[in-house]
């Protein structure tokens, strides 16, 4: 994998990694202020949806090393 690649894939996750918190921190918000209980599951949804493209992503940039 090139560098230039694999810099563009850890910006990816980074940005990521922060949309991920940035969810994580307006569903705690929402449950705070006590929204629908209906909009708190699409947006822990969404946060799950993301920490699996987040996954994904990091499986690409740390490859398995067999010993």
Not at 16 to 34: F, S, T, W
């Amino acid at each position: 994998m090139a560098d230039q690649e694999q810099a563009e894939m850890r910006l990816a996750a980074a940005r990521l990694r922060q949309e991920h918190e940035d969810y994580d921190a307006a569903i705690n918000a929402m449950i705070q202020v006590g929204c629908e209980a209906l909009k708190i599951q699409r947006m822990k949804k969404k946060k799950l949806i993301l920490k699996d493209k987040l996954s994904k992503l990091e499986d690409q940039i740390i490859p398995d090393i067999i010993a």
